[in-house]
C-alpha cells in the first residue's frame, strides 16, 4: 500500500500550475476573438528589440529567462509555498510603425519577454536567483532581467493554431472589423503567449495565445 493512503498521511500538493490554475488566460479553447478580464499578474522580464528568428539578443534573452524561471523553481521547493510548474514564455510586442506586425517587418520589432510567476514569488527572491543563474549560466542577459507587475483587464483573446506568420490576417481581423464592430479600441501592448515548442511542433500545430487590451470606445 502507498504510504500517501495510510490514516494520519497528507496527500501530496501538486505543484502550482498557471495553465491549471488560471484556464481561461493559459488554456483557452476559443478560435475566435472573445473578450476576458486579464487580473493583476507579476512576471520575470527582459527587453529587446530585432527579428525573433535572428537577432542574437532574443535567444540570450529567452535563455535568461528560462535560467532564472528554474532556478525560482527550484528555490520555491523549499518554502512553504512549495513548487510550481514554470509558465509559458510570453511577449509583449510594439513598433514605431504598428503596419509592422501585419507587414512582418521583424527587424523593426520590440519586444518584451516574460515568464508569469505565482504570487508568493518576491522581488528578492527573483534577484536572489538572478544571481544564482549568473554564476552558472554566464549568459550577461540574466543580469537584465527586471521584476514587472501588469494589470491588462478587459482584452480580446483568441487561440491561434498554426504558424506565427500566419497571425498576421487574425491581427488584421481585429484591428479592422472586430474591434469597431464591438465598440472598442486598443489601449496596451499585443500581447502573445506560447503553448507550444516550435523545436518540436509542426508550424500549422503551433498554439499561441493573441490578447489586445482594449476599452470602450466611449470612455
Known amino acids: 500500500m502507498n504510504d500517501a493512503h495510510l490514516p494520519g498521511s497528507e496527500t501530496p500538493v501538486a505543484p502550482y500550475d498557471v495553465k491549471r490554475e488560471r484556464k481561461e488566460f493559459y488554456a483557452p479553447k476559443n478560435t475566435a476573438w472573445a473578450v476576458v478580464d486579464v487580473p493583476e499578474q507579476q512576471f520575470i522580464a527582459i527587453d529587446g528589440t530585432g527579428n525573433p528568428n535572428t537577432a542574437p ?92 507587475t501588469l494589470h491588462e483587464g478587459p482584452s480580446a483573446q483568441v487561440l491561434h493554431i498554426g504558424s506565427y506568420d ?12 472586430y474591434l469597431s464592430a464591438n465598440g472598442l479600441r486598443p489601449t496596451g501592448l499585443h500581447h502573445e503567449i506560447y503553448l507550444s515548442d516550435p523545436r518540436k511542433t509542426a508550424p500549422e500545430k503551433l498554439k499561441t495565445i493573441l490578447r489586445q487590451p482594449v476599452e470602450d470606445l466611449d470612455r
Open 57 to 148: 539578443a532574443y535567444v540570450s534573452a529567452v535563455e535568461a529567462l528560462y535560467a532564472v524561471a528554474y532556478t525560482l523553481k527550484f528555490a520555491s521547493k523549499h518554502t512553504a509555498d512549495g513548487d510550481f510548474v514554470v509558465a509559458p514564455l510570453e511577449g509583449l510586442w510594439w513598433a514605431d510603425q504598428p503596419e509592422a506586425f501585419t507587414t512582418r517587418a521583424k527587424d523593426t520589432w520590440k519586444w518584451t519577454m516574460l515568464i508569469t510567476m505565482p504570487s508568493w514569488i518576491t522581488e528578492e527572491m527573483i534577484e536572489d536567483a538572478q544571481q544564482t543563474a549568473l554564476a552558472k549560466k554566464k549568459n550577461p542577459a540574466i543580469s537584465q532581467l527586471r521584476h514587472l
Open 166 to 177: 500566419d497571425e498576421a490576417p487574425v491581427l488584421r481581423e481585429l484591428h479592422h472589423t
